[in-house]
């Protein structure tokens, strides 16, 4: 299913740059981009590291001044500009009135998760009565399998990544054994096709009609972590409805990063973090999905007070009563200190829509990967899936090569790009770090770059790949 | 087993006050306790509210620059002065440099839990790798539950008081039911006798003697929130472990506010909140504590890759290897904002012990009661279990009741007082905010107040009683 989009992204930058009379690679292309990008002022809304703050750049190879290259918003995302103020109004509340903060200013501690609920479900296409923002993401999966995992000998299976993000794996593999199963036959893990580095989506669909039966529960990540690919959501759901499975999905590098229509969709259940494209902060609350289906259920629960509607909660009479929806998966009282982070980010979020966020993220990550492929060109074929739109590579495309793991067709991707090189990635790595591209390694053997569209230029990307055709030589010399 | 410490801290006060020649109900008392408590110096370690900063308070019934008396750290504790330094430095930190700050600064987000566990583990009697901190207490208490409560045909029951805490009973309920029991018959709830109000330790030893053979968790809250009765912790846990229960403690009362051994009384497992007598902040991170006993354990888990040892986790290879001891319960990675909070508290902690701490809030508690007593007295006979040392009630005493639930067995209690009124408690409640006496009123009938020693002073109990005997009045003319 590669080129679904159309026009190809790439098309419509190169239209572009033949409208502008320019190269695709010079950067006064990269220039016009971002004069014409219609979301570009939201990068002011962002604090953008400096060359000269981060603890290890190398300010002989860098203009301290400039920005870095922030590559890591799948990672962890930059400080919105206005978390300083609303963190300073909590704790100026705490100190000046103590207990009062509960119900009093903006975020009054006792239900400023609640404030949250509807501008997060817009993000993900569900409605406020769906979500839920608390706990971290993997406690939150935990919570749902509580609920959606309940095996019997005839369907007892969870259908996961082979390589999905180790907590996922550890997670059902540990709900599995808690419900007297084993992994070894109970955990079923689809893996891409020998050779092959992505995982196919037909592959996925056959193992459902195949094993469907016997799965309980399908959980798979909307966007693999690694590979940068995007998964479909909407197909393989149904697919697996259709065969009596729950489908519910860790949106961890989905969320604030493709469009999702949760509710639409009539996913089951999904939880993701706020650290990443939403830009609240390390570790900071996850985000909760329950499909409004389940509003009622009698599922079991790990159940908490804080779970129980707000008009009896205190009447301390231990009769259990709970809130609609997914706040009652809540359990213990929200931690009042992580409200004006996400507070501060959501408002960034409204001022634009993730179609927009999205449709400037599809050129920007076409561009990046343009970049890469005319330097180094021919590469990447086999993994990437799709063939070069130009032969002419690079002078230095002898020496060293860069693959593109993630795939290339955009409807199959977000914001980030994983590479993988002929020369050793813990030296690019470092030359990367030394001139302020900040991106991350991902063991065994990638590179994520991962430009935000919230925040990332044109020229940023720019500037990325020539700090990356510089640290591969570096590192190609180290070698 | 009244008055099981000696001196009874009533007769030190007794005693002091005669040395000074001054009468025990006399402000000059308070001062001169305040003269001679070794750490009331550590006030200034906290912002303590002011009058006019209480959204509540009628200034013209107070002096608006005074400080409040703030009675309420059972509840929500006082923000500690170098709360917000800290969190400035952890806020510049992101702005400044993104991603960078999981590993840079004073508390790298990717471990700052694990700089604490030492310290806090000095609170409660706790070794360092006993220690975890990370969750909300009530997903804490489930984390434990699912590990140490696996019920079979003939041992499935869990011991509770029969008021616990409502978090605590909504997650025991759901637990039992979670494995298939009916809470009718697996919840044995521990009850007051008739006429009284506390449940006696002697019950409780009774109740597992009789019923232990089918017991398979014992878990209670080591001080009681709503009467703030203490219960005995290692009598307990050894009657438990006798009849082969596993015995865990909700320690929301307990944590900072007694003195606690958890590792020498062989507790199993433990969970607090630090948002109250620990000072961190409004659902700040809980404390979970897992005894040495049990750091290799093979019992059932909610994993997550934070569980996973360090060295390997970013190996991403999906092969479970947790940490030893109370770290492999981590599910998420932790949420960096928390951290601030938790630093600036434990600071102030170790410029003190709990030693020190425990015998001021004896005598604080003490005095808070006989102030009560000299005012109310005669009443409270029958709920407060000791007889009142004196018979000379105040004048008032013909109209208006006050009743101490708490114990005045000091070692059955801590620092909180639990008050019912013959007159409406609403408007004690109502007429003490306006007076700026921060409490909390707990549904179905009681005003908890709690002179936390680390911050209360002898002059805030008696300014409190003051307040408190305006608002009495007030209320018995509002009726
Ligand atoms: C005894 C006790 N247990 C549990 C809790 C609350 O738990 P959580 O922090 O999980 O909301 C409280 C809070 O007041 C409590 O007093
Ligand atoms: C796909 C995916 N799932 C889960 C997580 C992490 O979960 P948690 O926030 O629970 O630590 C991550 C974090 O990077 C992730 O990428």
Chains 1, 2 share one sequence.
């Not at 999905?249 to 973090?273: I, K, R, T």
């Not at 213990?332 to 829509?353: C, D, H, Q, R, Y």
């Not at 990046?368 to 130009?390: A, F, S, W």
Request: charged share 25%; hydrophobic share 35%.
């Amino acid at each position: 299913s590669n080129g679904t989009l159309t026009p190809h992204p790439l098309d419509q930058l190169e239209e572009i740059a033949r409208g502008q009379g320019l190269d695709i690679t010079d950067r006064k292309f990269a220039e016009y981009m971002d004069s014409i990008d219609p979301i570009g002022h939201l990068r002011e809304d962002f604090c953008y590291p400096k060359m000269k703050d981060l603890p290890k750049t190398d300010l002989s190879l860098v203009n301290p001044d400039e920005d870095c290259v922030y590559f890591c918003g799948n990672s962890l995302g930059l400080c919105p500009k206005k978390f300083k103020e609303y963190m300073l109004m909590e704790v100026d509340k705490w100190m000046k009135t103590g207990v009062e903060g509960h119900t009093s200013g903006d975020l009054p501690w006792a239900w400023f998760d609640e404030l949250f609920c509807e501008d997060m479900g817009k993000i993900v296409g569900a409605k406020k009565e769906e979500i839920a923002i608390m706990n971290g993401l993997t406690v939150n999966l935990h919570l749902q399998l509580i609920s959606f995992y309940r095996p019997t000998p005839t369907r007892y299976k969870i259908l996961i990544e082979s390589k999905a993000f180790p907590s996922d794996h550890y997670a059902i593999e540990s709900q599995i054994e808690l419900h007297g199963y084993d992994p070894k036959t109970a955990m079923i893990q689809i893996k891409p096709r020998e050779g092959e580095q992505l995982i196919r989506g037909e592959d996925i669909l056959a193992k459902i009609e195949e094993e469907g039966d016997s799965i309980a529960v399908v959980c798979l990540s909307g966007t693999q972590y690694y590979t940068g690919q995007v998964f479909d959501i909407p197909t393989i759901t149904k697919a697996g409805h259709s065969k009596g499975c729950y489908v519910g999905w860790d949106l961890a590098h989905s969320a604030g990063n493709v469009e999702l229509h949760l509710n639409e969709w009539e996913v089951d259940f999904a939880c993701w973090c706020t650290y990443k494209y939403l830009n609240s902060g390390a570790g900071c609350l996850a985000g909760f999905f329950l499909h409004e289906k389940h509003k009622d259920n009698t599922f079991p629960k790990l159940r908490g007070w804080w779970g129980h509607k707000l008009d009896t909660r205190f009447k301390m009479d231990n009769e259990w009563a709970p809130c609609v929806g997914a706040l009652q998966y809540r359990i213990s009282n929200g931690p009042g200190f992580l409200g004006p982070s996400i507070k501060a980010s959501l408002e960034v979020f409204k001022k634009t829509s993730m179609k927009e966020l999205r449709a400037k993220s599809l050129l920007l990550t076409a561009y990046l990967e343009v970049l890469i492929q005319r330097k180094y060109g021919g590469r990447g074929k086999v993994t990437n899936g799709r063939e070069n739109g130009t032969q002419n590579g690079g002078e230095d495309w002898k020496q060293v090569h860069v693959d593109i793991i993630t795939p290339s067709d955009p409807a199959q991707r977000g914001a980030q790009l994983s590479l993988s090189f002929s020369v050793p990635i813990q030296h690019v790595f470092e030359e990367l770090t030394k001139r302020g591209v900040v991106c991350d390694e991902r063991k065994p053997n990638v590179i994520r770059m991962a430009p935000a569209p919230l925040y990332c230029s044109f020229v940023d990307a720019y500037r990325g790949l020539e700090y990356l055709d510089q640290s591969i030589q570096a590192a190609a010399k180290i070698n």
